[in-house]
């Protein structure tokens, strides 16, 4: 979406802009003033696409024309889908089409962020995949089945070299015919049986076969005892999912507080830039005064070049100011993932009631901080890997047993246990190791909560200080009005110069904002004391309890 600019009442907007004080004293303020001011234009900052319906508005009342997708009349489409991420332009899998209006208060935009968050996706599937692990881990000491199915295919050729077995049997042969037969004068000599068999016998021969075979069985292995390394393994992965789900609160908590600092942040850009088109707005009036009253020589030259300065100035910083507005809108949105402005309809806003002792804070924080769960998650994993490891040299018990599947089956059944002896990792340094990681992990725990404690105090007094700075402010607020209102006046009756006017428009200008920002100071202080309470949307309560609120720019 483009940005563009149109007009407003200036009456209408001094009415909103006065609300910097208590709800009473302002609508006070703003009736006399309203009937003193003449209405003249005013910038106001909407969406391109919006800009002819706000220029249509002719009571000058604030409407804003909406880039809400609800308008949008096209069917919306349900279930998983894959989706373009309006930012990157990469696309992202398993994701659903989400309406975000760009009207939001900050509740709706704290529903949102969880669901259009990258930060808090990756996270969930980190979450995920750490406890699919640990489910995967309690299976491990159950059976285990499988089974075995074979195919072969074999081809042999080769030359048998069988010279040396023939000349074996050849003389082992014609030794015990030899032995056999004595000796006698009479009978003719017998053949040579050895010889005659060795002639049978080739000197090498060629082997070749050619065939397949096949075979299929089942088995089991199943641990029956493993001296507790399988429920340290399944801890330390429970354990693990815990840091997970702490780091992903600790994001969460961090996500929560960017929400708050850029909504608010774009807030106070929008009213300063208000302050600062009513502050060029009134010194064109100024200007208009000094050229008529140059010309009719009741000032000099350098009172007009005074008030033609005052007024270039004022022009500049209302540009820049619109510019800041933008670009706040602008953050916000990026945070939303959106393709069109944010606007923010929550105003800033004091309480007037004073803020609970500290120490109901810090035992806050002492319970609820995802900081200490996380130290938690490390000492738990720590004192499982410390039981794996007095595991070192204790038995592991195995059942198994295997069959084959034929018609005259073959198997075999057994119990097998086995240590270690020696080697491998040293069972007396990993104790160490693990007992060194205990005491890391309290002592963790102690400075954590030291940290805690110190930084929920620190944000305690910021709340304190803010809100007695805003209250302070409301005096300076007063007595600048009244003092421009004199001038303005003065000027017209030829009392006073339009340098005075211009100065006591700058004094207005200032104790504005100045409130304005004491506003947003006590804002963020409040949301960095939920944060570090690890209570973020307590910040909520305190928002809607809240008796002082500053006028916003869009409303329904």
Known sequence: MKFALSTLSTAVMTVMLMGLATSAHTQENSIGLQNDITPVAVTQIVDADTQNNALDDVTGATTVASADPETDNTEPRVGLTTLIDPITHKSVDNSYPLEVSSLLSLEQAQNILLQVSPKMAANQAAIAASEY???????????????RIS??????????????????????VN?????????????????????????RIPDSYELKRLGSTTGAGVGVVWPIYTAGRTTALTGASNARTQEAVADSILDKNELYNTL?????????AIIAAYLRDDA?????????MAQRLFEEGFISRVDRLEAQSALADAKSESVNANNDARLAMMSLQRLLRTDYRIKPSTPLFVSSRPLPDVSYFQDLALQNHPGLQKVAAKRAQAQQLHALSDTGYKPTVMLYGYGQVEKDPSWVAGVSASWKLWGGLDKTASLASSNAKIRQADLSEI????????????????????????????????????????????????VNTPIEVVQAQTQSLKARTEQAQAANSYVQSLAALM??????????????????????????
């Open 260 to 268: 708050t600092e850029r909504y608010f942040k774009a807030q106070l």
């Open 133 to 147: 692990q640990t489910d995967a881990l309690k299976t491990i000491d159950n059976p285990l089945v499988f089974a």
């Open 447 to 494: 400075e954590v909560s030291d940290n805690l404690l110190l930084l929920v105090e620190k944000n305690w007094h910021d709340v304190n200080n803010a809100q007695s700075r805003y209250q302070a402010l409301q005096s300076n607020v007063d007595l600048a009005a009244e003092v421009l209102r004199l001038r303005q006046l003065g000027l017209q009756e030829g």
């Open 280 to 288: 060029y707005d009134t010194l064109q009036q100024t200007d208009h």
């Open 151 to 172: 195919a072969n295919a074999y081809n042999v050729d080769t030359d048998l070299d069988l010279s040396t077995l023939k000349n074996d049997i050849t003389n082992q």
């Open 175 to 199: 030794e015990d015919v030899g032995g056999a037969v004595p000796p006698v004068a009479s009978v003719p000599d017998l053949p040579n049986f050895g010889e005659l068999i060795g002639e």
């Open 531 to 556: 944060q570090s309470c690890g209570t973020p949307l307590a910040f909520n309560a305190y928002l809607n309890a809240a008796g002082i609120r500053l006028p916003t720019l869009y409303t329904e």
